[in-house]
């Protein structure tokens, strides 16, 4: 089936960082954006942020200014670099690629941010 590769996730210290990656498959046509999405328990799943193959980007409020989005288009991989982590990013990380014929999603990847 098709399935987005996630990797890097981890156990990290408060105010440290972590880079999570997303790999899209090549079977995948017509990726227009990639993305992150986060759940933490007992939470909603949550956009942390978007970047779009001309490199618009979008950030949650609350992640802004710490968190950088990057892209390779030839690869159809996307970044997240997150930076000053705090305890309250503690989730489970969702990557998400928009095509022109629907949503991709992979498995999630667990960050854990704790002392």
């Known amino acids: 089936q098709v399935q987005l590769v996630e990797s890097g996730g981890g156990l990290v210290q408060p105010g440290g960082s972590l880079r999570l990656s997303c790999a899209a498959p090549?079977?995948?046509?017509?990726?227009?954006?990639m993305g992150w999405y986060r759940q933490a328990p007992g939470k909603e799943r949550e956009l942390v942020a978007t970047?779009?193959?001309?490199?618009?980007?979008n950030y949650a409020e609350s992640v802004k200014g710490r968190f950088i989005i990057s892209r390779d288009n030839a690869k159809n991989t996307v970044s997240l670099h997150m930076n000053s982590l705090k305890p309250e990013d503690t989730a489970v990380y969702y990557c998400?690629?928009?095509?022109?014929?629907?949503?991709?999603w992979g498995q999630g990847t667990q960050v854990t941010v704790s002392s």
């Open positions: 998400v690629a928009y095509s022109f014929v629907g949503d991709y």
């Open positions: 090549g079977s995948i046509y017509s990726i227009r954006a």
């Open positions: 970047i779009t193959s001309g490199d618009t980007t």
